[in-house]
């Protein structure tokens, strides 16, 4: 009995220990199991994503081998950007989400990144950075004559009704006595421009918005100040870009900086991209592009400055040139510059507004504004070099840029100095937004017009004809032909 109680309990304790070794191997084998499937989700999803990339990749070659006929594109260049020329209303803002939303989304001419990189090389270099992006598009596309095209049926419309009104103006509009349609579109005009300021200075950072500050005191000064001469501002304004540029390049390189300095994408090849080899610009054309714009500004200067040639059309044509070449962030910032070069020399205070107002309400770019200018001094001719001289620079520095932009783009010193440069721009918005309603809001009235105005735009979005529009009548209503309301100078010499 015993034995046999001895027995069953060593029997009992194998089968036991039987039990746990197989529970132990159970438990092993499930292990094993379970890292083998989280191995495998992870292969999986490895693949997945190698499948998305290549998918993409498949996608961006796909666009890019386009084998279609040259002139087919170039037909495509045309129909796109005519019809789009009437209807881009809104600003450098609206203007960048019209073009991705036609070349992007709709017609696949390229990727998202690929659009956004140009967008890039247009905040990069001076002139108007929505029609550079229309200039890079378009060549990327059909070539540099591609881009030519686009940039001139992307403007056409402004640019005619502007020089038509100028020509008007001129020469039916009794500037001593503006007619009861015109009161209202200075100040209506004035609200876009602090819209504007608004949305490039929420932007910044502390860095940024420091470098605005003082860049907008010191244009202030100038305007405001009667030892200056006015056109000191010719020279002021490019140092001023140039010394906030130094000073976040110093600041990228503290250990601490101030502000935030990103690092660039992989983004493109100059060697192997086949968007830049389509673009067909070699970067010995490119330098070359430059010297051709370094050229005509080195030698307009010193023909009007130094050996003081009397032309007039010589002398419209330096004036728009030398601003078109320095001037970082659109048409907001050449205000200001446009206003000390113009008035009073070529035009009353009250002309300049009222075609401030004009091209506010216009499609397409603000600096169609140098087409009025130019047709208000000196009618159509005029108009036409007032057009080509502060369209040009930017045309053909977009051009110089594009094949050096895959490796510029890579540049530490480039990227953190362009950042100073533009918060630096955005001052000079904000300084203008000071000078032009000094000078466009003179009694109650016209402030009435600003606010409601300025509420249209800010508040609820209005697009910018229709704020103008409203502001014209507004003004209209309150003039003293009609209402006769807030006539109050606020000014009192």
């Known amino acids: 009995m015993t034995r046999s109680s001895d027995d069953r309990g060593k029997s009992g304790a194998r089968g036991a220990a039987s039990m746990n070794m197989e529970e132990e191997k159970q438990e092993d084998y499930d292990d094993s199991m379970g890292k083998m499937t989280v191995e495998t989700e992870k292969n999986d999803m490895e693949k997945s994503l190698n499948s998305d990339e290549n998918e993409d990749e498949d996608e961006n070659e796909e666009v890019l081998e386009d084998e279609s006929p040259w002139s087919e594109r170039f037909w495509e260049v045309v129909t796109t950007f005519w019809p789009l020329g009437f209807v881009a209303f809104g600003g450098p803002q609206a203007h960048v989400a019209i073009l991705r939303d036609h070349l992007v989304v709709q017609r696949n001419w390229m990727d998202e990144e690929q659009f956004t ?3 890039a090389i247009g905040q990069g270099i001076p002139g108007p950075t929505s029609t550079q992006l229309v ?5 990327s596309r059909a070539g540099p004559l591609g881009g030519l095209v686009a940039f ?3 403007t056409l419309p402004g640019l005619v009704i502007l020089t038509v009104c100028g020509v008007l103006i001129e020469t039916f509009v009794d500037q001593d006595n503006a ?3 015109l009161i209202g ?18 932007k910044l950072d502390k860095l940024g918005i420091f470098l605005s500050m003082c860049s907008g005191m010191v244009a202030i000064l100038i305007n405001g100040d009667e030892n200056i001469d006015v056109k000191v501002s010719q020279w002021v304004y490019p140092t001023m870009l140039a010394v906030g540029g130094l000073i976040t390049y110093a600041d990228s390189r503290r250990e601490k900086p101030f502000s935030e300095y990103t690092k660039t994408k992989k983004g493109w090849d100059v060697q192997s991209d086949r968007l830049m080899k389509r673009i067909g610009i070699p970067l010995w054309v490119g330098a070359a592009i430059f010297g051709v714009w370094l050229f005509i500004l080195v030698s307009c200067i010193l023909l009007v400055d130094v050996f003081e040639v009397e032309n007039t059309y010589l002398g419209i044509f330096e004036v728009m040139y030398r601003i078109g070449s320095i001037i970082f962030g659109g048409g907001q910032v050449v205000l200001p510059m446009l206003q000390g070069e113009v008035v009073p020399q070529w035009m009353t205070k009250d002309q300049f507004f009222q075609g401030l107002g004009l091209s506010q309400s216009m499609p397409g770019p603000l600096f169609n504004f140098s087409a009025y200018l130019g047709a208000v001094h000196q009618g159509v001719p005029g108009a036409l070099v007032a057009y080509v001289g502060l369209f040009g620079p930017g045309v053909i520095l977009i051009f110089a840029m594009v094949p050096y932009w895959a490796w510029l783009r890579h540049v530490p010193w480039f990227r953190s100095g362009l950042q100073g440069v533009n918060a630096t721009a955005i001052g000079l918005v904000g300084a ?6 000094e000078a466009a809001v003179l009694t109650a009235a016209d402030a009435m017009v600003f606010v409601f105005a300025g509420t249209l735009a800010c508040g609820f979005n209005v697009q910018a004809p229709l704020v103008i529009l409203a502001g014209g009548i507004l003004g209209a209503i309150l003039c003293d032909d009609a209402l006769s309301l807030g006539q109050v100078p606020y000014h009192c010499d």
């Open 432 to 437: 203008a937004c000071i000078i032009l309603w």
């Open 179 to 181: 007619p009861f349609y």
């Open 152 to 154: 001139f049926l992307w």
């Open 185 to 202: 579109l200075p100040p209506a005009a004035t609200s876009l421009v602090f819209k504007a300021f608004y949305g490039f200075s929420k």
């Open 135 to 139: 200039v890079s598009t378009a060549t």
């Open 117 to 119: 990189e140009l967008f």
